[in-house]
């Protein structure tokens, strides 16, 4: 059976610019024949959090990496958590997860980080694939007992970028396009990227900026969300895939939420005035997802929304529930949602994230795997979408390597799967 022989962190780069932890995990494996197995894992981290998220450790030194240094995080890894892991096998994901939840000792993963803890978890599971010689997608389905395999996700695709990720001045954190109206994962991509284009030469012909925000989306100054679907609708039209491709939006309400009023777009909203404005929006276009339409603890709000827009509309809970369960099971009290985004780094191991997987599939609930605004070259969500047929994953525009290389992951395993791959939109 492999036993971890060793873990190594060091600080590396996140797509702002940002230090973040990577980790290397080496098995002693002997089954392997060449005896060392290895998988390598690094940690993303968002701008618009969750004030319930676990928590990412940060040096605050203001001096190094204007206090984002993470070498606290690293040490933590190359100290206490490589001594506690050492030895243990990694055939039950579960027991590595409850080992360094036990090691941290508190709820909010405080005491080492969650960037520590998560670094670990997500290197566990590249290193146990490794050594089970397949890909990271079918280890998870194993490892989780994720029945029939092959659905690939459907893309949320962030294209015009507002709030805390760009300065475009619209309110919204994010304007997405959604390619419905494909049988493959390949040509949904396809038609993401030929409107992402349409949208760029549009832009261009109105003398808008085409400067691209953090999640590699366009950041034009616009004067309000109907603005931007308008311009939306039009390079999904150029692009000549009307009716193909729908709408969505993140809102990430908290951020533009003061004192229980809303101020979108220059004018203040009492919650139930959002709520309007936004059944008022789902007429005008078509908007198939909302997120954090409101703040992140309102449920009142978001209930209120998801109870009149019933199944048209599926309104996903993110600083809401931050992949937290005993979060979700408010919300499934509550009927605030109907649907969940799921970050790793919110709970801060891959077990817990699954739980929340697992548990919204078995609630009725969609769940779409997500990145962070600040991402790496590491593809674990494509996997993690794939592996636990979450049916959806929102991983940014069509632009910026650390964006497309989910959707170049995506393609990979399509690809694998061959014949047995499903593309299935639920709107
Ligand atoms: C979100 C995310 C990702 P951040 O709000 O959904 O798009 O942003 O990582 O900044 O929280
Ligand atoms: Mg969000």
């Not at 609708?233 to 969505?248: R, S, V």
């Not at 979060?327 to 009927?335: A, F, N, Q, V, Y």
């Not at 997987?357 to 779409?368: F, P, V, Y």
């Not at 395993?413 to 709107?427: M, Q, W």
């Amino acid at each position: 059976m492999s036993t971890i022989q060793r873990l190594h962190a060091r600080t590396i780069l996140d797509s702002r610019g940002n230090p973040t932890v990577e980790v290397d995990c080496f098995l002693d494996n002997p089954s392997s024949g060449s005896g060392q197995v290895f998988g390598r894992a690094a940690v993303p981290s968002g701008a618009s959090t969750g004030s319930h998220e676990a928590l990412e450790l940060r040096d605050g030194d203001k001096a190094v990496y204007g206090g984002k240094g993470v070498t606290k995080a690293v040490a933590n890894v190359n100290g206490p958590i490589a001594k506690a892991l050492k030895g243990i096998a990694v055939s039950d994901q579960r027991i590595v997860d409850d080992t360094l939840i036990d090691l941290d000792g508190t709820p909010s993963k405080s005491a080492l980080g969650a960037n520590a803890l998560l670094g670990v978890s997500m290197a566990v599971c590249r290193a146990r694939a490794a050594g089970e010689g397949v890909s990271l997608w079918r280890s998870l389905a194993k490892q989780f007992a994720v029945e029939g395999a092959g659905l690939l996700p459907v893309p949320l695709m962030n294209v015009l970028n507002g709030g805390k990720h760009a300065d475009s001045g619209l309110s919204f954190q994010e304007c997405m396009i959604v390619p419905t109206g494909f049988d493959r994962f390949a040509d949904a991509l396809r038609a993401g990227t030929e409107t992402f284009h349409a949208l760029h030469a549009l832009l261009k012909k109105k003398g808008h900026v085409t400067a691209v925000g953090d999640e590699g989306g366009f950041a034009p100054r616009v004067k309000d969300a109907a603005e931007a679907f308008d311009l939306l609708l039009e390079a999904i039209h150029a692009a000549g895939y009307d009716g193909k491709i729908k709408l969505a939006i993140d809102a990430a309400a908290s951020e533009f939420c003061e004192g229980g009023r809303y101020t979108v777009d220059g004018r203040s909203m009492t919650s139930a005035e959002l709520t309007a404005f936004y059944i008022d929006l789902t007429k005008r276009y078509p908007i198939i997802s909302i997120e954090d339409s409101h703040a992140e603890d309102d449920w009142d709000g978001f209930a209120d929304l998801n109870q009149r827009t019933g199944s048209a509309v599926q309104i996903v809970g993110d600083d809401l529930y931050v992949t937290n369960v005993e979060r979700m099971r408010t919300g499934l009290d509550r009927k605030a949602t109907d649907a969940i985004l799921i970050k790793l780094n919110q709970i801060g191991t891959v077990s817990e994230t699954v739980d929340a997987i697992q548990l919204a599939q078995e609630s009725g609930w969609r769940a779409i795997t997500s990145h962070r605004s600040g991402e790496t070259e590491d593809t674990f969500i494509a996997h993690l979408a794939a592996g636990l047929k979450t049916g959806q994953i929102k991983t940014g525009s069509l632009s910026r390597t650390d964006r497309v290389c989910k959707y170049n992951e995506l393609l990979r395993i399509e690809e694998e799967l061959g014949r047995d791959a499903k593309y299935i939109a639920p709107f």
